[in-house]
């Protein structure tokens, strides 16, 4: 579904993701693990099209921070130049890190705007289905989003990736900065995404203990290198992962 | 008297209102600085004025097409001159207040000045409340101040490109990631925004002549009730409105006129001294944009 074939996203002179390559077929659920700044968000934006459309907006200013080199395809489609906004009509969806709402619009408008592109129907869908997944919104649906905890935050970001109708969803970081018992909420509801969407699934995560078990397949990155890959079991299983991302 | 005061304070309030309100959809809500929002109510003005006297047609032709005019050459203005300077906000001002410069001293250069240039105003009868006369234009600026808060709250709540308006003012990159094309939308709204000058100026204007200065007053008095309201807050337009509105006209009434101008430039110093995002500015939009 996904091929990204020898990646690389420089800032400045920085280089934040290097020559990587990955592939995500259809109905999987695959894990990128890498610890902080080992070029995961770099990655995922790029997928997104966020960075080209930083790279524009820079551009346009006279200024040439951001390369990006490497081809991204999906579906066989090469989309490396198609803008962030078209993207996601092909059903290409992220999630970005750190519970990305409209802080100022209640939980229910923010639904509302992540459901414009789909018909009423479409959206009422969705929406109850994210009701379902993260029963505790229902209750804060006419409350602003700003006044909401960082986990439920997440859970409504999550959400309105939903109501977009994602056929490859990315999420970056869906964990971070949630409790355990919190932690356990997003993966049992991402679980039951991909079993009641058939959504395709990617994730980032520094945690690996928890996304490890719920991965198809995995690719642990650092300094935006490819260091290992390899089925979620065999990562578990491996002594330097279990020594690197598992914490003591 | 007071009375009248009052009363001619409350319809200066809603003046204000209509203003802003197009000032604030753009500013708040697209996240750009359109200076050269005067000019393009003043554009208005001339362009039905032109529409009227030179070209001979009739208002339900020239009034539309003044609106729909001024509301794509502000979408232009965006498209070629703000996008290249999005984000570098002292640069989206001064490209901005560069261009509606030029503008309203194009006007004058071209001998847009004078006694003769005036838009027909809603005819002759007049409504008396508490005893004071309001005439039939200042009744339409009141009906029209309220049509077109009453629209811009519902659009901005109910329909698809209203919903997206709100969402690039908070977090582009979210509405990016969301499907939203923010340069559109951006795009949409400066030219929305813009539309809402020119139905203010075609209201107001019949009131007095269209006059290039009339650019400055309004910008002034927009950014004043931008700033004192909280940019971005349709509430805040309305009570930064009220609150201003009825300071200048009670400040002409007993100091004289030439004060009325006064009265936003202080407003603006007193409410960055004390409450730099505004009434009702959520976020600490101001510093961070100004
Ligand atoms: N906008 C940026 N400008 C310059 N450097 C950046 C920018 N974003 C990320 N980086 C750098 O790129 C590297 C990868 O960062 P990132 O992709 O955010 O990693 P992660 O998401 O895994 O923490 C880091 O060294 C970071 O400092
Ligand atoms: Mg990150």
Known sequence: MLTVTELMVFYENALAVNELSLKVETGQVVGVIGSN???KTTLMNTLSGLILDQQIKEKRKGGERITIMGKVEFEGRDISLMPAYERVRLGLVLCRERHPVFPDSTVLENLLIAG????????????????????????????KAGFLSGGEQQMLAIGMALVVGPRLLLLDEPLLGLSPAMQQVVVGAIKNVRRQTGATIVI?????RPVLPMIDHGYVIENGMLTMTGTGAQLMD???????YFGV | MLTGYLIYGLINSVVLVLVALGFNLTFGISGVANFAFGALYVTAGFLAWIGLNTLSLPYWVSAPLAVLITAVLAGLLYRVVVLRVRGLVVSEVIATFGVGLALLELFRFLGFIGFEYTLPDAGDFGVSVLGVVIDSQRLLIVAMGAALTAFLW???RYTTTGRAFRAIAQDEHTALTLGINTE???TIAVAFGAGYAAVAALVILPLGTIAVNEGYNVLVNALAVCIVGGLGSTLGVIVASFL???????????????WMMIVSLVAILLIL????????GSHKQLEERI
Do not use: C
Not at chain 2, 244 to 258: E, R
Not at chain 2, 273 to 280: I, K, T, W, Y
């Open chain 1, 37 to 39: 700044s080992a070029g």
């Open chain 1, 116 to 143: 414009h592109l789909g018909s009423k129907e479409q959206v009422k869908r969705a929406t109850d289905l994210t009701f379902d997944l993260f029963p505790n919104l229902v209750r804060w649906r006419r409350r």
């Open chain 1, 204 to 208: 980032a995560e520094q945690f690996a």
């Open chain 1, 238 to 244: 491996n002594p330097e992962i279990k020594s690197a």
């Open chain 2, 154 to 156: 519902l659009f901005t």
């Open chain 2, 184 to 186: 559109r939308t951006a």
């Open chain 2, 244 to 258: 201003i509105g009825m300071a200048q006209t009670l400040t002409a009434a007993y100091l004289g006129t030439h």
């Open chain 2, 273 to 280: 001294l004390v409450r730099p995002s505004g009434l009702f």
